[in-house]
């Protein structure tokens, strides 16, 4: 095989959530080859008691890299953990998109497989832990963490002070005893289990997760390949088990919004309602950034205002002189930002990273938004009309063309429907006063993602959310400076559902 991956993939607006194998081969017969690996590897890998030390090896790795996220530049963990609260009435989809929650994970079964511990231990520890927090009282966080850093400790005692400190910039500093008191309970629960335990939930996990009643193959070749390898398809069809598990055996949460409700409540208000102002705290910058979101048109709609509206989203869209993206990149005020319109998940936002100045970066998009109207350049529709379509496959290798168009249609995006689409937005380029119409429209279609009062109304009806982020002090300013609600605080453990 020339490429192979496994990777998670899924899409919020139709519920799809998969665990994906992808591989390139040259042939009918390495991809016999290819079909040969997945299946031994869905099905027989050795996770067993006698390679405990190798899975702990295995999720000691994962631990030391999911404490990298804001690590090497790249603001995206900006992006996920935005979409992730966004989408927190999902919890499958919560679940593969949450950094936090993954990471969480990751620690909570490191200590799953921990050398086994006796009961009797494992109370020794939480007795420990309660004199330990019993001491610390009425200290500030920064004394707290003094305090910890001084103890003379040794064994599961010195991992469980070690872990409290790994956690503590991941709470509000008023939660922090209450907080330890959480990961202490969490890990005495984790360790009364012990390694056998987990092997066998992971075992069984894996026999539920690889189910041929739930499979999707989709393959790109040349059709007269495909008489070749429907035997070895059929074949590996047929080694996979079933469990029959189905939507209706899963436990479904939709709409509790539990994230949102422990952050209203922890600010004192009631629950929250759209638009949303969110400052999530991250303490480990000096800057910040923002993400704001909201509901937007689809490929269904092709009625002439929705049109309208669509294009008239894109005016500010890409990197040309005139955009958002352009002029705040000259002002200094973001490393990165943008206003993105996508069709396909039927989302509206603009995004900026590694800004010094939150409110400043705020006030200049607001005024940019209010002079689009103004534009004056003819050539400024073809600029429009081509950001309305997504970027172009061709470039792309032949493979991945396949596998974004298999996913297009898993989600429903067939090409019929982006197709009418497309053709529709055409029809509209002969009308001669259409730019006009687009400016005139162009703010009232990107209203949803501008945090200004006068707003309210269709930020409501569009699910907004204003999601800031940035240390305190940049969110304190932000709320000092701006005309918006004050910020409802969030922390990484927020995003540790149960």
Request: no cysteine.
């Amino acid at each position: 095989m020339s490429d192979f991956s496994i990777a998670y993939d899924s899409n919020a607006l139709s519920g799809r959530a998969d665990l994906q194998f992808r591989g390139s081969t040259a042939s009918p017969r390495e991809l016999e080859t290819a079909l040969n690996l997945i299946g031994d590897m869905s099905r027989s890998g050795d996770i067993s008691l006698p390679n405990v030390n190798r899975l702990r090896d295995l999720v000691n790795q994962q631990v030391a890299e999911d404490d990298n996220y804001d690590k090497g530049g790249d603001p995206a963990w900006y992006w996920h953990v935005a979409d992730a609260f966004r989408h927190q009435d999902d919890p499958l989809y919560l679940a593969l998109n949450s950094h936090f929650m993954q990471a969480h994970w990751d620690n909570r079964l490191k200590w799953v497989l921990h050398e086994h511990a006796s009961r009797q231990v494992i109370e020794d520890l939480g007795h420990f832990a309660h004199r330990v927090l019993s001491s610390l009282k009425g200290l500030s966080a920064t004394e707290i963490s003094g305090r910890l850093s001084g103890l003379e400790t040794s064994g599961l005692e010195k991992e469980l002070i070690q872990y409290w400190q790994q956690n503590s910039s991941f709470f509000p500093d008023k939660e922090l005893l209450s907080a330890f008191e959480r990961l202490t309970t969490e890990v005495q629960h984790d360790l009364a289990g012990g390694p056998e335990h987990a092997i066998r939930e992971i075992n069984e996990l894996r026999q539920i997760v690889v189910d041929r009643l739930g499979l999707r193959i989709d393959i790109t070749m040349n059709p007269e390949l495909l008489g070749n390898i429907q035997p070895s398809l059929a074949k590996f069809v047929e080694s996979l088990g079933t469990q029959n598990i189905g939507k209706e055996d899963l436990p479904n949460r939709a709409g509790e919004n539990a994230i949102t409700r422990l952050a209203v409540q922890r600010a004192g208000r009631a629950e929250g309602d759209f638009p949303l102002y969110i400052g999530f705290e991250d303490s480990r910058s000096t800057t910040g950034g923002v993400v704001f979101s909201a509901h937007s048109h689809g490929y269904t709609q092709v009625d002439r205002e929705s049109l309208i509206k669509a294009l008239s989203s894109t005016v500010a869209s890409g990197t040309g002189p005139h955009t958002f993206h352009m002029k705040v990149f000259e002002s200094g005020l973001a490393y990165s930002s943008g206003m993105v319109s996508e069709p396909q998940i039927e989302l509206l936002s603009y995004y900026a990273d590694k800004v010094p100045d939150l409110a400043s970066l705020v006030s200049l998009i607001d005024s940019l938004a209010d002079a689009i109207p103004t534009i004056e350049d003819p050539a400024l529709i073809d600029y429009i009309l081509q950001k309305a379509f997504p970027f172009p496959r061709s470039m792309s290798p032949f493979a991945e063309r396949g596998k974004k168009l298999a996913e297009d249609i898993y989600d429903g995006n067939e090409p019929a429907k982006v197709r009418r689409f497309s053709e529709a937005v055409l029809m509209l380029k002969h009308e001669p006063d259409l730019l006009p119409q687009i400016l005139r429209s162009g703010l009232p279609s990107i209203a949803p993602v501008l945090p200004e009062p006068q707003f309210k109304s269709v930020q409501r009806e569009e699910r907004s959310i204003f999601f800031f982020i940035g240390p305190e002090s940049l969110l304190a300013d932000a709320e000092k400076r701006l005309s918006v609600p004050k910020l409802v605080r969030l922390y990484p453990s927020d995003f540790w559902a149960e």
